[in-house]
């Protein structure tokens, strides 16, 4: 654990509040701050009880639960352990005999515009079918499956068949490398891979099979026996007798009825892979009924869902917020939502806008980059601009992934919610499942930039480093003092990795120590994300290590020495990646320097992938040291902001390379 940053010190003061609108309030499921205070009371005098209700009243058990939260192995937290149920059938076949079954469950926009429906009742059919496919392949409960796939019905369709079956799904983004695709089917041990032979995305067809050959072709995934291929496109790919076969093929013959797998409460129903401190990503293991039941609240709560609303959340089902909020809760929900195949800005920038006066979105969630991204685009593009579409439909807005700037909380909340609609800027990480701080849009006054308070039953405190709470107005570090039911497991295969990165001794042990800084404001208590403090970076809502990004570079060992790797802000991607390399050989300047800066971004994106290429990268002839060798990341921030350094250097074995990494190469 590191010191809280400067950035933290920071003490903007915001003073505009917008209370929610009479109508926001009518008929929301938390209406009024006395509403919200009477759950987080009920949470206070009987921890136990509160969470129980909530998992009594949200999910369909198969053997209900006797035992609510088991702490005797602390942090490994359990929660109705001995309750049994089916994450599949709380999705879908809750909703069949209901009035839901007919709804549509799902509207897909593909890239190129063409729309497709599903219903409840169809949705059910296809996940049943593949499902038995799957079994069909030898597949069983508790086999790990990597799922590589584009924005589609199929992504949510596998990720579902496997919930259906109790097998245990690890989706991968697929703007991973086939290198980064290869570490997680080792690491996981998965025995079969879902993907599609291209995905579409801005009028290109890209491969993702390809890349799937190129991730088993070393001979080491013996485990992987299947490797499943939706056919997104009629474009051929390569397949490999006896191991490849096509949906069309995998499901012949299937029966659309799959009886779900029963499994314990406990049982992991995904694990995710992300960033870290040190280079190797985490295998975030997630369980069965907590997770699903806060996936399934938190849409009732936070976007205050309803049955005549079309949820639209932009993330990608291969993060922690397509999973919870596009594969899992809105249709835990019942929720009719939107699926989106391909990006923002094709065939323009009005592409979101236009969308959702198409489908009549009405609870829309993206990301500040996005919004940031599109501010620029209609500043710069009267055609693309909100207003020249009809956004009417809009009820709710939500943030997730990064700080908001208040400057785009408010172009949001004008331009895009017309000064009607409430933005939640949702706090949350892939470790915690669900939403943890959160603004409700029927209940609590918002302030720009500020997710605003905890949900009921979140215990988050901002403490010092002893774990003494600090004073509102003071910045400290995010922890969550109890247990809740969605949180992270453990990390897949390294429980001791888990105990240190979450919950490390100084504070206490049981502490959930989140790895963001924060600040609670000094009128109201609202917290405040003041970003991470530890070195993992947020570039454009995707969470990136920069010693991960530092292992890929010094992998390149023709070339390169040594790297650091530092974020610095950027105005549309929230913080930009900015390494500091030594080459091998003597120090490039001009035109030199940038084709190997360019040979090396390559590099990082064939290692990682292209979300993980660094914005800048300067070669110095050293970097700056301490005189044990240590290198001084606080100077290499300093120089990649352009600041001057008025830090003490008094450690520093080489302060005249300094002067060299500062000037731009
Ligand atoms: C950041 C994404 C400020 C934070 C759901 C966290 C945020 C990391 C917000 C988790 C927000 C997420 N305000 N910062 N509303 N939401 N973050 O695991 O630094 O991809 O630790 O989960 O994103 O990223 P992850």
Request: hydrophobic letters at 40%; charged letters at 25%; proline letters at 6%.
């Amino acid at each position: 654990m590191s010191a809280p940053s400067s950035a933290i010190q920071s003490t903007l003061v915001e003073n505009r509040v917008f209370p929610p609108s009479e109508e926001t309030m009518q008929g929301a499921r938390i209406s009024g701050m006395p509403a919200y205070e009477a759950l987080c009371a009920e949470a206070a005098q009987d921890f136990e009880g509160y969470w129980a209700r909530l998992a009594r009243e949200n999910l369909i058990w198969d053997k209900p639960f006797t035992r609510t939260l088991d702490e005797s192995n602390a942090p490994f937290y359990r929660w109705f352990d001995d309750g049994e149920l089916n994450a599949s059938a709380n999705c879908l076949d809750r909703h069949i005999g209901t009035p839901t079954e007919n709804k549509t469950a799902i509207i897909f926009e593909a890239d190129d515009g063409s729309v497709t429906k599903v219903t409840y009742k169809e949705l059910l059919e296809r996940v049943s079918q593949f499902a038995n496919g799957l079994k069909a392949h030898g597949i069983v409960k508790g086999d790990r499956v990597l799922i590589y796939m584009p924005m589609t019905i199929e992504g949510v369709i596998a990720m579902q068949a496997c919930a259906r079956i109790g097998a245990t799904h690890s989706v991968v983004f697929g703007g991973f490398s086939a290198k980064a695709v290869h570490e997680r089917i080792l690491d996981v041990g998965a025995v079969a891979v879902i993907t599609a032979n291209y995905q579409m995305r801005g009028g290109k067809e890209l491969p993702l099979k390809a890349i799937i050959d190129d991730a088993l072709s070393g001979g080491d995934c013996v485990n992987v026996r299947n490797v499943f291929v939706f056919e997104r496109s009629k474009s051929p790919c390569a397949m490999v007798a006896g191991r490849d076969k096509t949906f069309t093929e995998m499901m012949a013959g299937q029966s659309s009825e799959c009886a779900p797998e029963i499994v314990g409460a406990e049982h992991p129903l995904f694990i995710l892979y992300t960033s870290g401190s040190t280079g190797k990503p985490k295998g975030v293991q997630h369980s069965t009924a907590g997770y699903l039941m806060w996936a399934k609240q938190t849409m009732e709560w936070s976007f205050d869902i309803r049955d005549t609303d079309v949820f639209w959340c932009t993330a990608d089902i291969g993060w922690i917020t397509g999973h919870t909020y596009v594969a899992y809760g809105p249709l835990a929900a019942g929720a009719t939502q939107i699926i989106f195949e391909g990006i923002p800005t094709y065939p323009n920038a009005g592409r979101f806008w236009q969308m959702i006066e198409r489908h009549k979105c009405s609870v829309f969630y993206t990301a500040p980059t996005a919004i940031r991204s599109l501010i620029k685009a209609a500043e710069a593009d009267a055609a693309v601009h909100p207003d020249r579409s009809d956004l009417t439909s809009l009820r709710i807005l939500g943030s997730v992934g990064e700080p908001i700037n208040p400057e785009a909380w408010m172009w949001y909340y004008k331009n895009i919610g017309g000064e009607r609609c409430p933005v939640v800027d949702t706090f949350w990480q892939t470790e915690n499942g669900g939403h943890v701080i959160t603004p409700l849009p029927g209940a609590t006054p918002l302030v720009p930039g500020s997710c605003t308070l905890p949900l009921p039953g979140i215990i988050a405190q901002v403490v010092d480093e002893t774990g003494a709470e600090m004073p509102n107005g003071d910045g400290g570090i995010l922890v969550i003092k109890r247990p809740w039911p969605s949180m992270i497991r453990t990390i897949w295969g390294d429980p001791e990795r888990f105990k240190k990165s979450y919950f490390p001794e100084e504070l206490g042990g049981t502490v959930y120590l989140a790895g963001d800084g924060a600040v609670r404001s000094a009128d109201r208590g609202y917290f405040r994300i003041t970003g991470r403090i530890d070195d993992v970076l947020n570039v454009s809502g995707h969470r990136m290590g920069t010693m991960e990004i530092e292992s890929a570079l010094v992998a390149k060992t023709d070339l390169v020495a040594e790297a650091a790797v530092v974020g610095r802000p950027d105005d549309v991607t929230g913080e930009a990646i900015c390494a500091f390399v030594v080459l091998k050989r003597s120090r490039p300047t001009g035109e030199e320097a940038k084709q190997i800066a360019k040979e090396l971004r390559d590099w990082v994106a064939k290692e990682i992938g292209p979300i993980a290429k660094p914005k800048e990268i300067r070669f110095g002839d050293n970097l700056p040291k301490t005189r044990s060798g240590k290198i001084m990341r606080r100077l290499l921030r300093s120089i990649a902001k352009g600041e001057k350094i008025t830090q003490d250097i008094s450690t520093l074995e080489n302060p005249a390379i300094l002067d060299q990494l500062s000037e731009s190469n």
